[in-house]
Nanobody, 121 residues
Framework: VQLQASGGGLVQAGGSLRLSCAAS????????MGWFRQAPGKEREFVAA????????DYADSVKGRFTISRDNAKNTVYLQMNSLKPEDTAVFYC???????????????WGQGTLVTVSS
């Protein structure tokens, strides 16, 4: 099982980034996919999640209206489009796969290695 996150980088406040997470080794279309982030010295927190068919989508209040999660089951990839980025969005972003919708990290079975997003003011 592998989840390969990419797309992180350094961006100015107000800018945009698109994260991708390519999955392999499991039946991607049968898993709920989530994005989490962890800032230095803080706990890992929920960002967004999307169901198998994209019918159910959930966002943390802190990113609602700025971030968009999507998935392409044909490409085994989940995306996170991040607009209007703020310095407080600076964190390592992780993608994860789980069997049921949840905001709790423990509910997810597989995790990627993370990609660093740095937003400068």
């Amino acid at each position: 099982v592998q989840l390969q996150a990419s797309g992180g980088g350094l961006v100015q406040a107000g800018g945009s980034l698109r994260l991708s997470c390519a999955a392999s080794g499991f039946t991607f279309s049968r898993y709920f996919m989530g994005w989490f982030r962890q800032a230095p010295g803080k706990e890992r927190e929920f960002v967004a999640a999307i169901s198998w068919t994209s019918r159910t989508i959930d966002y943390a209040d802190s990113v609602k209206g700025r971030f968009t999660i999507s998935r392409d089951n044909a490409k085994n990839t989940v995306y996170l489009q991040m607009n209007s980025l703020k310095p407080e969005d600076t964190a390592v972003f992780y993608c994860a796969a789980g069997g049921a919708p949840s905001r709790r990290p423990v509910a997810y079975d597989y995790w990627g290695q993370g990609t660093l997003v740095t937003v400068s003011s």
